[in-house]
């Protein structure tokens, strides 16, 4: 799962991508309305948390532009401000929850798993598939009842794929909901890391579809 955080206080966007990453998400941060809008615009976010007072451009237009270019990733805004017309000014724009700062660094993370698993479809925070059960709250996976033991990235193609079970994801979109925009990757080390996400959880619960890409569903019997 890939986030992008749009903070112009450098102290909190560094926190937020701190916490976020060790909460299991690659993230990306903008620090201005501009460059922001961009990445919102051409990067196909999980999630988004938005902050409304920013430089260039403030937030609550950023949000109206992606929605009205049909950018549909949840967003979470943040706001330094208490007052209600603020807030309704963000969901009349799009937003789909919101936070006032100061806030609880965990807020953000339950907040944003939330969104994240509603627009993916899923209203119960276990994500099932067979033996492999994943706790979207805790970040728990196990199977047949045992913990599974993953790093950062294991963990992130694990979960884009428990979030959409049943459906062909291509190598391209797995990187893109992997990888920060900053990292070095080739879709060598794709392979490499979904070997080790199979060996872990078991060879038959991700396919591989030849020529389209890669599905998790339950082995079939027999
Ligand atoms: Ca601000």
């Known amino acids: 799962m890939r986030v992008l955080v749009v903070e112009d206080e450098p102290a909190l966007a560094f926190r937020l991508q701190q916490v976020l990453e060790a909460a299991g998400f690659a993230v990306d941060v903008a620090y201005d309305g501009e460059d922001g ?3 919102g615009d051409t990067e196909p976010y999980d999630a988004i ?4 007072g920013l430089p260039k451009i403030d937030g609550v237009t950023v949000l109206q532009r992606w929605r009205e270019a049909g950018r549909t990733a949840p967003v979470l805004i943040l706001t330094a401000r208490s007052r209600w017309s603020d807030k309704m000014a963000g969901f009349n724009a799009g937003a789909d929850d919101y936070l006032t700062k100061p806030f609880e ?3 953000v993370i339950y907040r944003l798993r939330a969104l994240i698993r509603r627009a993916a479809g ?3 925070p276990e994500l099932v598939c067979g033996p492999l059960r994943f706790d979207s709250n805790s970040g728990r ?3 047949d009842g045992l913990p599974v033991q993953l790093t950062a990235q294991e963990f992130r193609i694990l979960a884009y794929f428990l979030h959409h079970p049943g459906r ?3 190598r391209t979109e797995l990187m893109e909901h992997v990888y920060d925009r900053l ?3 080739d879709s060598n080390s794709l392979e490499v890391l979904l070997g080790r996400v199979r060996r872990k959880v078991g060879a038959g619960l991700i396919r591989t579809v030849r020529g389209q890409g890669y599905v998790l569903a339950e082995p079939e019997a027999g």
């Open 37 to 39: 809008w961009h990445l």
């Open 49 to 52: 948390v938005l902050d409304l």
């Open 105 to 107: 660094m965990d807020e």
């Open 122 to 124: 899923h209203a119960q």
């Open 141 to 143: 996976v196990t199977i």
């Open 168 to 170: 062909i994801i291509s």
């Open 183 to 185: 990292f070095e990757s």
